[in-house]
Antibody
Framework: QVQLQESGPGLVKPSETLSLTCTVSGASIRSYYWSWIRQPPGKGLEWIGYIHYTGSAKYNPSLKSRVAISVDTPKSQFSLKLSSVTAADTAVYFC?????????????????WGQGSLVSVSS | QSVLTQPPSVSGALGQRVTISCSGSSSNIGAGYDVHWYQQLPGTAPKLLILANSNRPSGVPDRFSGSKSGTSASLAITGLQAEDEADYYCQSYDSRLSGHVVFGGGTKLTVL
């Protein structure tokens, strides 16, 4: 059974960096792409970006200047860093298994999701 | 403002059929990119409901079906059940700005 679990601080101060880690079990992190997706309270879903175990990554153009996603293959984890956060970055952050054929593939969907981690940005 | 447009809400009585639309443009659905659908029950993570326009993952009841035509896609739910009350999201790919995954704004389904 594939499982993903987010972990990290639930509260971040404005202008600081949000950091989250997703731990994958039941699947090889080498066999898929892995994405972060967020959902502000009461709003819709926004794709943040993906990482491949090779280190190849791609980000949503609207967040690209502030986002970095990395992977730690031996630990079967991938991580999100979002810098210079504001209240608008308050959201539930989901990690998900990203099924795509190749880098920048237009065919991509998310078949397993973590339970989500609420991160609030407030002083 | 989402790249893919969905109605904010739809409703239907128990046992009835409802459809949820997902309208895109020539840079996403109209360009031939597949549409995927997710169901999000209150307080939970989204669940993959339909992949590649009309395919149901294992375990998804055949009451759920998807279709795509031109620049739009639709999700149909027949024989509405109380447990179908949830938010539904469409997802595709947009080729602008070097290309990226895009979601619809979501539709809240109320079962009457």
């Amino acid at each position: 059974q594939v499982q993903l679990q987010e972990s990290g601080p639930g509260l971040v101060k404005p202008s600081e960096t949000l950091s989250l880690t997703c731990t994958v079990s039941g699947a090889s992190i080498r066999s898929y792409y892995w994405s972060w997706i967020r959902q502000p309270p009461g709003k819709g879903l926004e794709w943040i970006g993906y990482i491949h175990y090779t280190g190849s990554a791609k980000y949503n153009p609207s967040l690209k200047s502030r986002v970095a996603i990395s992977v730690d293959t031996p630990k079967s984890q991938f991580s999100l860093k979002l810098s210079s956060v504001t209240a608008a970055d308050t959201a539930v952050y989901f990690c998900a298994r990203d099924v795509r054929l190749y880098d920048s593939s237009g065919y991509a969907y998310f078949d397993y999701w973590g339970q989500g981690s609420l991160v609030s940005v407030s002083s | 403002q989402s790249v893919l447009t969905q109605p904010p809400s739809v409703s239907g009585a128990l046992g009835q059929r409802v459809t949820i639309s997902c309208s895109g443009s020539s840079s996403n659905i109209g360009a031939g990119y597949d549409v995927h659908w997710y169901q999000q029950l209150p307080g939970t993570a989204p669940k993959l409901l339909i992949l590649a326009n009309s395919n149901r993952p294992s375990g998804v009841p055949d009451r759920f079906s998807g279709s795509k035509s031109g620049t739009s896609a639709s999700l149909a739910i027949t024989g509405l059940q109380a447990e179908d009350e949830a938010d539904y999201y469409c997802q595709s790919y947009d080729s602008r700005l070097s290309g990226h995954v895009v979601f619809g704004g979501g539709t809240k389904l109320t079962v009457l």
